[in-house]
């Protein structure tokens, strides 16, 4: 998420709080696996980079990217949506990375200097 307000994280994921409508872009090259809605997650892509690794993106944005693409870094995955639960136009969108399914401490993963100017990158 480029120009997000706000980050939060736990030893596992980010959330990313923003306002108006930003790209969610791609932080490493790899193959859209599902592109869609699930249950009370929002709407999800989960992207396969090989070597058992995968970044999930999910919460409030409308997704573009379709299931089989072949994204690079800095592809663009969707866009921030109007947040009906909050009646204006922010929300979140929760990042993680997934090494042989199991949750990475993610923030860890990161390059500090896009963390710092507010464009989320992975090293």
């Known amino acids: 998420l ?4 706000k980050i939060e994280h736990d030893d596992k994921g ?3 709080t923003y306002s108006g409508r930003k790209p969610v872009t791609s932080a490493q090259k790899g193959e859209v696996v599902y ?3 699930l249950s009370t997650y929002g709407n999800v892509v989960m ?3 090989g070597d058992e690794t995968r970044s999930i993106v999910l919460g409030d944005f409308i997704p573009m990217a379709k299931k ?3 994204v690079n870094t800095g592809d663009i995955l ?3 949506a109007y947040n009906p ?3 204006k136009e922010s929300g979140k969108v929760y990042f993680e990375v997934r090494k042989k399914n ?3 401490n993610t923030i860890q993963l990161m390059d500090a200097r896009s963390l710092d100017s507010g464009v989320l990158a992975a090293r």
Do not use: K, M, P, W
């Open 14 to 16: 980010l959330t990313l």
């Open 47 to 49: 992207i396969d980079h």
């Open 68 to 70: 089989g693409a072949v």
């Open 2 to 5: 480029s120009d997000f307000e």
């Open 102 to 104: 199991i949750v990475q």
């Open 35 to 37: 592109s869609g809605e």
């Open 78 to 80: 969707g866009y921030t």
């Open 85 to 87: 639960r909050a009646n």
